[in-house]
């Protein structure tokens, strides 16, 4: 495994013509093309715990590679890809059509299906070529070759394939077993002689299986078996059944939150030893592990779908919890990961992986999303257990996290190999100056800020929950000063906006960007100058007309097809529309919320993790970024903190009441949500024009429909 936890070089493409298909199922994921090849001369193939254990997996009928017709995806975990042989001389359409079901899940199952609708039988030489080179995800992702230290060996028996890896002490390997046996097995090859009857069919099952350690595992799904009672199946099924139900007239919103909730279930990872805890992965195909900021945020957004997200992801970011101080893995106490590594993992639990806690925004919004558990009432068992920890989170913001002692947290990486850049933006020129300078640590970042700001507020209502005044009042006037500093040194009055950070001589970093936006939304931000935010926001600099940009386009460095340095990323656009409904600004926030949604139409129902920061009126579409995650976390979560955003939500159970004050975009003039997790109850909201009719509301909490502006927080 590589020791690098960002991306240096240039990334490989993993596309053809015609586009690729990704099917995920936990940390598993198989990247191919529309006829359901995997090829070898690109980032395709079989992943197993950030190890390719299938490199190539390419079918050719009559020495021929069959035409795609179709890929059908139902579920996020399987495919069906259909094709047809070329037909013969003189013929004007063929009459064999081939059929792919494939099925992932720790491992992979393909049922391979030929179907002759002639007259007559058919001769087919069916072949496979095959090979594994157990490359790490890294390697994968930047074009690298695999690891030359390492040695493939090959193994045939009867029905089966099995390649072999050693590098050191650790053993990989991959088993391909066939039903029926193959004609002939080969070093890269495997391969049938089939008679398909007329109008018949013939079949043929693989499995791959991927070895740990000598373990042989078996695939979620089994050839032979029933695919409905495998556990992705079954597991997705009871998460339909238990995601709210939203009605809607507005068939953009419906689609958009439908396959978010859909790409949300199949992000889900669970962890054998402790299978009642579900954390998310952060998106496919290059991030299938547990990200500390991402899991964080996600999970805070899909509280109006499923709260066990963030409970799950709160368990297991405390189990992580920094203990020791160790500078090549940033390691601090009390410190939240940034993410978890698995190429040389024992086993298939979470921990056999390896971590990296370079991170400066995980560990105050571990606590904030504590604080926000509470406020909807939720297990309130399982909350207080994890008070502890959110307590040493706030000790490494005070001790480690706040380097110099002024009063804000910074960053800066403790070795060569660390990300430069620890807050989203953390790609290495994510951070800039207006005139384009690329600002160098330590950096103390304006939303980091705003988020330790709202994890000394969720402190301070703990404490006076428990009757315990000194602590109350400790974290509050805590919290009171840090807003107080940040409004005096991160206020840029000359531009009328925040700057994104302080640099290394406390200097601001004056450029516009999104970051600010998060300030809103953690309610750090002076309402007096919560209108002219908005209004740099919402201008044609920042505002696309589908996102906010993540750097203006008046600035230094803007390139609206960079990482971060002028492209939209849906969850920052929607903590922005979060922050202004926030502030009473429903409007701008309607804007935004109407601007992804017509994204997402525009992208087939689905927001990516990022696109382009080209105008709207420069094109009739987003424009893609080439190496985006789909399906991604907490772009699929974005349309859930939207659709709260509309129904301004804001629970405060244990103060008694819950904000409601729905406000619908022009467009949209019926919706009811189903279901919604609050206290204990499931709480059902429908607006109709301008009336509002809740049901199931907990008998002890009041609703309040006048909305919640950022100084009630206080």
Not at 81 to 100: E, K
Not at 187 to 203: H, I, N, Q, T, Y
Not at 427 to 443: F, L
Not at 640 to 656: A, E, S
Request: aromatic content about 8%; overall charge negative; proline content about 6%.
């Amino acid at each position: 495994m590589t020791d690098s936890w960002t991306i240096s070089g240039r990334v490989t493409a993993i596309d053809r013509p015609g586009g690729v298909v990704t099917l995920v199922d936990e940390s598993t994921f198989a990247i191919s093309t529309e006829v359901g090849d995997m090829v070898s001369t690109s980032a395709q193939g079989l992943f197993v715990r950030d190890t390719r254990i299938l490199s190539r997996f390419e079918l050719r009928v009559n020495a021929s590679r069959p035409e795609a017709l179709a890929a059908v995806t139902e579920d996020p975990f399987s495919a069906t890809f259909v094709s047809r042989l070329h037909p013969d001389p003189g013929r004007a359409d063929s009459t064999l059509m081939v059929f792919r079901h494939r099925f992932v899940g720790q491992g992979m199952r393909e049922d391979l299906v030929i179907r002759n609708f002639g007259d007559e039988p058919t001769f087919c030489s069916v072949e496979l070529f095959v090979d594994a080179d157990f490359a790490d995800l890294f390697a994968v992702k930047e074009g690298r070759a695999a690891d030359p230290d390492g040695e493939i060996s090959r193994a045939w028996r009867k029905e089966s394939l099995e390649l072999s890896y050693h590098r050191g002490t650790v053993n990989r390997g991959t088993v391909l077993q066939f039903s029926p046996t193959p004609s002939n097995l080969g070093e890269d090859l495997v391969s049938f002689e089939a008679v398909v009857p007329a109008r018949g069919e013939w079949k043929a099952c693989a499995e791959v299986h991927p070895v740990i350690e000598g373990k042989v595992i078996d695939p979620r799904y089994l050839c032979g078996h029933s695919v409905e009672r495998a556990a992705p199946a079954e597991r997705l099924a009871r998460w339909r059944r238990q995601v709210p139900q939203v009605e809607t007239d507005h068939e953009g919103l419906r689609a958009v939150l439908a396959r978010g909730a859909e790409d949300l279930g199949a992000l889900r990872i669970f962890d054998p030893d402790f299978p009642e805890r579900v954390v998310l992965a952060a998106g496919a195909p290059w991030f299938m592990t547990v990200f500390g900021r991402d899991s964080l945020l996600t999970s805070w957004m899909a509280l109006l779908v499923d709260p066990d997200l963030a409970l799950g992801v709160l368990q297991t970011l405390a189990r992580f919890q920094g203990e020791d101080i160790d500078p090549r893995s940033e390691e601090q106490p009390g410190r939240i990961l940034h993410e978890m590594r698995f190429g040389e993992a024992p086993s298939l639990s979470l921990g056999g992986g390896s971590i990296y806690y370079g991170t400066a925004d995980a560990t105050p919004l571990f606590v904030m999303l504590l604080g926000e558990l509470r406020r909807w009432g939720l297990a309130r068992e399982t909350v207080d257990e994890l008070l502890p920890n959110a307590e040493r989170a706030l000790e490494w913001i005070e001790r480690y996290g706040d380097m110099d002692g002024d009063g804000y947290v910074e960053y800066q990486r403790a070795t060569d190999r660390g990300l430069a850049n620890q807050g989203w933006k953390d790609s290495g020129d994510g951070i800039r100056y207006a005139d384009g300078r690329v600002a160098q640590t330590p950096i103390a970042l304006c939303e980091v800020q705003a988020y330790v700001y709202s994890a000394y507020l969720a402190r301070a209502h703990f404490a006076h929950e428990e009757g315990d005044e000194p602590t109350f009042e400790r974290f509050r006037a805590k919290a009171t000063r840090l807003k107080e500093d940040f409004n005096r040194d991160f206020w840029l009055e000359d531009k009328g906006w925040y700057a994104v950070g302080l640099d290394q001589d406390k200097k601001p970093i004056d450029s516009l960007a999104s970051n600010m936006g998060h300030c809103l939304w953690a309610g750090i931000v002076d309402e007096e100058k919560a209108p002219l935010v908005a209004a740099k926001l919402m201008s044609p600099e920042m505002f696309s007309g589908w996102g906010v940009r993540t750097l203006a386009t008046t600035m230094g460095g803007f390139n609206p097809i960079s990482y971060h340095c002028g492209s939209v990323w849906p969850h920052d656009t929607a903590i922005v529309a979060a922050g202004l409904s926030r502030y009473g600004m429903a409007e701008d926030a309607q804007r935004l919320v109407c601007a992804l949604l017509d994204a997402a139409v525009h992208l087939g129902g689905r927001l990516p993790e990022l696109f382009s920061g080209l105008d709207r009126g420069e094109l009739v579409s987003p424009v893609g970024y080439p190496t985006s995650c789909s399906p991604q976390a907490w772009a699929a979560a974005s349309p859930l903190l939207c659709l709260r955003t509309i129904l301004r939500l804001d629970p405060w159970v244990p103060y008694g009441m819950t904000w409601l004050a729905p406000s619908l975009p022009d467009g949209i003039h019926h919706l009811k949500v189903e279901r919604i997790p609050l206290a204990g109850s499931r709480v059902t909201v429908e607006v109709e024009g301008d009336d509002v009719e809740v049901t199931g509301l907990p008998p002890d909490v009041e609703l309040v429909s006048t909305p919640r502006h950022a100084t009630t927080a206080v």
